[in-house]
């Protein structure tokens, strides 16, 4: 039996989130067009009959400049602490030595895959130059372009990643995917829509918490906070006459439901907390 720790690292927007669902063949991890939407190191488990693989999507790797960007870093530092296998995936649209650099600083003691991603909006000749620009690299062992939005690059990553990974015994229940609770992939997933509804600043300074999650007979109620900087960011996310927060609703139910595969009622409600992502209490509070 193959089993491992698989933890992918990369920079913001490299598409690390959706090579974790794309491996998973499922949606965990939240992904969206801004930069910075994983907060979380996001395991996900894969066992198969000779295998477990366990997955982990990190944060994009970035200078931090508040301690909500401290916490996301330790998230990345810790998975770099465990990894069996590292997957280093960069948009191949992307500044290929800002990645090297970023690569090389992981001091990675644990064999590398980089992954080149989104090649489908690339032509052939740049994957060429882009592949013989990583080929040789120190911290790689082999390359694998693909573009993670599409399921027919599963097998072969795969394959590659089994050919690096220890033999060992199941570190899970085979019916296990995640470590994570279900309080946590809702409020990722109201989140993913505020970064889809909301522009500039207030993805950044918004976090969600599910404060009631019940399981009655016909459907799930679920309360979640959503909590700003500022008063005027709560004025924003609630629109006129309350127009964006009915919206945001909708579109996050839908999600939620999809997620569960169940009826949901949902409550949202908006909090002011200043400067959260700045306070050692409030992030604590709020799970990071
Ligand atoms: N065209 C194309 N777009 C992709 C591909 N993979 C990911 N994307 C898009 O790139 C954007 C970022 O993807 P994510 O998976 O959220 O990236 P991430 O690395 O997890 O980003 P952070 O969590 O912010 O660090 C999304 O809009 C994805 O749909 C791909 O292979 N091709
Ligand atoms: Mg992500």
Known sequence: MKTGFVNIFGR??????????LLMGEKLAIVSSKVQTTRHRIKG?????DYQVIFSDT??????KYKLHEKMM??????????????????????WTTCDEIFSSLKLKVPALVVINKIDTAKKEKLDHAISFFTGKTYSKKIIPISAKEARYKEEILKNILEFLPEGEKFYDEDEITDLSTRFFVAELIREKIYELFEQEIPYQTTVIVQEFKEKTTLVKIRAEIIVHRETQK????????????????AS?????????????LELFVKVREKWRERE???REFGY
Do not use: C
């Open 281 to 283: 209490d409030y992030l």
């Open 59 to 64: 944060p994009g790797i970035i200078e931090p």
């Open 235 to 250: 004025a924003i996310i609630l629109g006129e006459g309350g127009k964006m927060i009915r919206k945001l609703g909708t």
């Open 74 to 95: 330790q998230a990345v530092k810790n998975s770099l602490e465990d990894a069996d296998v590292a997957l280093l995936i960069l948009d191949i649209n992307d500044d």
């Open 12 to 21: 913001p927007n490299a598409g690390k989130s959706t090579l974790l669902n």
């Open 45 to 49: 488990i894969l066992t198969e009959k």
């Open 253 to 265: 139910r839908e999600e939620i439901e999809k997620f569960l595969s169940r009826k949901v009622f």
